[in-house]
């Protein structure tokens, strides 16, 4: 019951704080935004996205805009565990 209690006090001092001070919740500003007038023309140049696994590359040739795909078992050879597995793109790709 008194842990409850603490729970509940806790949780209202959290939402209190919130309101009070609106900078506790982090937000990036808008002007901290990256802003491009237009696209990379040479791949070399374009902006790369990704989450460490599953990568892309953006930038436009013509009027046409390219993506090029990757992934890190496709290019990474230290033998990681989960990059180790038998089903893994670099595996098949040695198999060939």
């Known amino acids: 019951m008194l842990i409850i209690k603490k729970q509940i006090i806790d949780l209202l001092l959290i939402i209190i704080a919130s309101f009070y001070f609106p900078r ?22 374009g902006i790369p996205l990704g989450n460490g696994w599953l990568g ?11 993506v090029s795909l990757d992934r890190v078992d ?6 990681l ?11 098949v790709l040695l198999s060939f």
């Open 56 to 66: 892309a590359l953006v930038w436009q040739k013509g009027n046409n805009i390219r």
């Open 74 to 79: 496709l290019w990474d050879d230290r033998g």
């Open 24 to 45: 506790l919740i982090a937000q990036p500003k808008s002007e901290h935004n990256l802003k491009f007038d237009s696209l990379a023309k040479r791949w070399d140049e």
């Open 81 to 91: 565990v989960a990059i180790a597995s038998s089903n893994s793109i670099h595996n």
